[in-house]
């Protein structure tokens, strides 16, 4: 339902923690990462709190990042569509304006066959990651159309294209897996013909210029997008928010919802310093910790376990901020091993005055499905953070 | 899904128990009132039948009493809205016609400055009220209306306006915290300007009638409603339903869905004995026993155990008269460190022949949180209790 008739404003503190990718898969050897971590702190906010699970978009959904996040903020992923480009633009601060086209690519590794042998060339480094950019930005250019490279982290960066005729309805070229050539740009729809070519010639301008690297030499393109308009996020709720997050998709999403994006901070422990630095600067505070879903992502088990207890040792510095609600979630889950997002349902803790408690004393997956906040999908969650922090009047009379 | 076309009608026997404001939260002392209260009689009915959480209006959302009972009764408290002033003619009998606007008035308590100092006149006695109402019906008259008052319980009455050119949009005057002054009337929509004025005046003149008053003398008024259509409920759901509650409100609701209005009983044991009397009259009894939610409302955590332990004494009653299907639940929660209604969730339970069972072996919100009727929407629970009855037919082949 519609909250706007019902929200009130007060000086109540909303901190909502999402742990990127933080839901996981059990087996038969393992808990999910989660629960195999040792998070006291968590623990703690879990036993004093309301537990439940989430489902981020639907039933056997797998999301990406930006229905991931648009959901927790309360927008049906369904509804408000978000393309991988419009977000990377958005993080970079890059000035997508209307009929630019943007994608995000993907620098990877190619072998003399033409397949694709490591999607993310690496997780290449930023310093050799960004000449190669700079390079990409002397080297490439396609008649007609104004082609921009921005570099993000590691291997991920922003292109995007100014000129007449650009429709954004094109597929991707990232094949998702590794032994198999790129695929070709291809129109979705007869109008982004023109947009196809150019970015066909964009690739393969793009694999002359980085022929000669060893690692880094070719370029995978998806979220093929436009810009796009979404409502205040600020005036939905009379929220003043405010974005923490390393990785500049994170910032992207929450400066098209109209956050204040702090920052950018370096690491973990640099977004709780700015948190603490801006604590009177805002009332609801959206804290992103990427490493989870990276970890995840990599198929590497431990480090997304050791990514959730560097979170844990945070946690601490958060409550002593003293927010009047503090909930701690994912976007979606990327268990270890399946090495990529899955539409396993995520733990959610909501901790505050009023929360109320149930009997669940560990945060994780198998503990959290008996708790008091159910089982729900993320869209949810905003309704009962703004309920919690006393800021929706009572419905009917 | 709309159900009637899979209604059948038997001689089944279906009891709906609500305690008003029934659902609670614990915190660091205390469980739930629920939960800490000595209930041997709802803990065998949720033992021997099934058991999970409510969400009255949606997540977040604070029902009212009005959209927390439509939802119970299987009616989209979103779709179908009802005003406090509605309900309350309705609950009185008063014949409120197309025209009418209607209005939940309160005695309340305002000092030398002009301030409200207590919303409810310290609770005032019916039979102190009573008169001051019909010093009110005698004292008050506005030009070209006709004004009528009549006494509901303690401090509530009805205030209702029959006369040209009336809309109901007109915003509450209950400041809802003391220490202020009363709002004025507000019209909320340009055509309301007519009834705002003529709010005004009531109030105006009320309290003048009670100037000299020690506590009651002024009144507030909230829920500006006019006339509305509800679909029959014995249409709905092929059922003879009848409605047992001490207070008009729910009287009022039940009377507007078409039920026949039982009594009125003076307390728990009478509406107890007026079910049994009736018991061959209907096939659908509404029960309501408001006593938890006055007393969460009056932040008495004490009184509100004891108002739940006097409905457990009389389950035995209700289960000797051999209903079909007895489902005991709240229309909201009212936690006593709230002192109002709130947005938690509220516990149900399912008994009957074929309600099969789950592990849970007390009636409390962290035990039914695991329940086997799982966490869902109260307006869902009339379909369950009409499948329990026997009263649903296979849908498609």
Partial sequence: MDLSPLVVENDSKIVLVV??????????????????ARTP????????????????????????????????????????????????????????????VAARGNLCTIDAEGNVTDRRAGRIPDD????????????????????????????????????????????????????????????????AERMAQVAAATVARARRVLAHEPVANGLLLRGFDSQRELPSFAERYGLRPAAIAVYPMYRGISALLGFEVLGPPEDLAATVDLLAKHWGEADFFFVHHKDPDAAGEDGNREAKIAAIE?????????????????????????????AAHSWHPVPVLVHGERCGRDDVERFGERWCGGGGLGFRPSKELMALLLANAGRLAKYGA
Same sequence: chains 1, 2.
């Fill in 19 to 36: 742990l990127d990718g933080l839901g996981g898969m059990a087996d038969a050897e393992h808990g999910t990462e989660l629960e195999d």
């Fill in 41 to 100: 702190n968590l623990d703690r906010l879990a036993a004093e709190g309301v537990t439940g699970l989430l489902e981020p978009v639907g039933p056997g959904i797998t999301p990406g990042s930006g229905p991931g996040h648009l959901a927790l903020f309360g927008y049906d992923p369904t509804e408000f569509e978000l393309g991988r480009g419009t977000l990377s633009a958005a993080g970079l601060g890059f000035d997508l304006r209307p009929g630019d």
């Fill in 128 to 191: 050799r990651a960004r000449p190669l950019i700079e390079r990409l930005q002397q080297g490439v250019s396609v008649d007609g159309v104004e082609v921009s490279f921005r570099h993000e982290r590691q291997h991920r960066l922003l292109v995007a294209w100014r000129g007449p005729d650009l429709d954004p309805r094109v597929a991707d070229t990232d094949p998702q897996h590794t032994g198999v050539p790129p695929l070709e740009p291809r129109a979705l729809d007869p109008a």
């Fill in 310 to 338: 560097r979170l844990d040792a945070e946690i601490p510095r958060i409550v002593e901020l003293g927010p009047t609600v503090i909930a701690v979630t994912g976007d979606h889950a990327t268990p270890a091993q399946m």
